[in-house]
């Protein structure tokens, strides 16, 4: 996938481009329903399929005090729009200048100029421009003017949710502890990235289970507090099962006021720390516990390693 970023040309956009425009924060079922979308209207025309983002969250710029935590960052965020297809992404510097652009100079500059767009295709709630003023019906105006059709799509109903689906309700179910329901929204086990810093090593020499305390960036949406079944997954793609814990070990002094994530990757042995790492969250097993005793920690650790073990490594035999 070619990325354009800033004032780089998009040499892949000569013969004008399939595409369609948001943060994209999560790639969820309905990010990928619109992408989809594009992608059938490109191959219809011969064109490539592009997609619009942004480099930060709209909502830091223009409402700084209530911006959401993130589902993904750039990285992953343009990770998934390669694996899904995607032939260009265009990601534009979100500013107080782009935060006053006017619905019409946005079209004119993004799909007109840079990407010839020959289609483009959003949510049909999309709203864009300065205090989101445009909407699908301007965007088909202008796209009257400019030479592009434009596609709405009813993105409700979508995946095995009873909500619909979005960031924000992935964001709710996340910090409510519905991991299940947010995995079912995003179409895959939500993800967070960070870096094993060094910890006390109370994990492998108390308690006799060695964790990787992972750092994960302030701004990046964490499931809520409790045991987890996942993945560790290492710089070269290998994802190692782990049981996982996120929390404040309410078993000992509290020592952190965000909450620490350590993973115990299964049957391993060996040295993880200033790796960059990615955590999956695949199954909830229970809330955060304070015990008694570091016995009966221990007990219950045995416990979720043997359940993460059931539900991540296939039996032999």
Do not use: K
């Not at 115990?264 to 809330?287: K, N, P, W």
Request: charge should be negative; glycine fraction near 10%; charged fraction near 25%.
């Amino acid at each position: 996938m070619e990325v354009i970023r800033a004032d780089q040309a998009c040499r892949g956009a000569e013969e004008g481009v399939a595409v369609t425009i948001g943060f994209f924060d999560g790639v969820h079922l309905g990010h990928q329903a619109l992408i989809g979308a594009a992608r059938r209207r490109g191959a219809e025309l011969g064109v490539p399929t592009a997609v619009v983002t942004f480099d930060r969250h709209p909502a830091t710029v223009v409402r700084p005090a209530s911006a959401p935590l993130l589902l993904t960052d750039l990285d992953q965020r343009l990770e998934r729009l390669a694996d899904l297809g995607v032939d260009l992404t265009l990601v534009l510097a979100f500013d107080e200048a782009r935060a006053q652009e006017e619905a019409e100079e946005f079209v004119g500059e993004v799909l007109a100029e840079r990407l010839s767009a020959r289609a483009v295709v959003v949510g049909a709630d999309f709203h864009f421009g300065h205090r989101r003023g445009g909407n699908v019906e301007l965007l088909r105006s202008l796209g009257r003017r400019h030479g592009f059709t434009v596609h709405g799509l009813e993105l409700a109903g979508l995946g095995a949710t009873p909500v619909a689906v979005s960031s924000t309700a992935i964001r709710r179910a996340l910090a409510e502890g519905d991991l299940a329901g947010a995995n079912a929204m995003l179409g895959r086990d939500h993800e967070v990235r960070g870096v094993v810093e060094g910890n006390d090593r109370r994990g492998a020499t108390l308690l006799g289970y060695p964790t990787a305390n992972v750092a994960v960036p302030p701004e990046i949406q964490l499931p809520a507090p409790g045991i987890y079944a996942g993945w560790y997954v290492r710089p070269d793609g290998a994802a190692l099962p782990a049981a996982i814990s996120l929390g404040w070990r309410p078993t000992f002094a509290r020592s952190s006021d965000r909450p620490l994530l350590e993973a115990h990757v299964l049957d391993f042995d060996g040295d993880l720390y200033g790796e960059a790492a990615a955590i999956r969250f695949s199954a909830r097993l229970r809330d955060e516990e304070r015990f008694e005793s570091v016995e009966a920690l221990v007990a219950q650790m045995d416990r979720d390693v043997a359940a993460s073990r059931a539900l991540l490594v296939p039996a032999s035999g």
